[in-house]
Nanobody, 124 residues
Framework: QVTLVDSGGGLVQAVGSLLLSCATS????????MGWFRQAPGKEREFVVA????????YYAVYVKGRFTISRDNAKNTVYLQMNSLKPEDTAVYYC?????????????????WGKGTLVTVSS
């Protein structure tokens, strides 16, 4: 079992920045690829970004490439999402996720572990 605790959401103005964190516990953190998904009101959950177990490869949704950066610190069992140049359409609940082979093509029901979500609200 892996427990994910995501945090860092809040209210920011457009073009502002936020840093999300996801602290993990349970099984060995380095054995899991990590990612972030988001779900806006009335919409389905969608992929945002992912990082491989070693941190050597990252994947970004086209919506956020160039603005968001994912990173991980395996020594601290923590993954981060630095969000810059935020837009109102980025408003959503952001969920941390862990899976042995998490990539953008992994179905949502294939993700092994989820955080409870942290709300990001971007005002215009």
């Amino acid at each position: 079992q892996v427990t994910l605790v995501d945090s860092g959401g809040g209210l920011v103005q457009a073009v502002g920045s936020l840093l999300l964190s996801c602290a993990t516990s349970g099984r060995t953190f380095a054995n899991y690829a990590m990612g972030w998904f988001r779900q806006a009101p009335g919409k389905e959950r969608e992929f945002v970004v992912a990082i491989t177990r070693s941190g050597g490869v990252t994947y970004y949704a086209v919506y956020v490439k160039g603005r968001f950066t994912i990173s991980r610190d395996n020594a601290k069992n923590t993954v981060y999402l630095q969000m810059n140049s935020l837009k109102p359409e980025d408003t959503a609940v952001y969920y941390c996720a862990a899976d042995p082979v998490l990539t953008p093509t992994l179905p949502l029901d294939g993700v092994d572990y989820w955080g409870k979500g942290t709300l990001v609200t971007v005002s215009s």
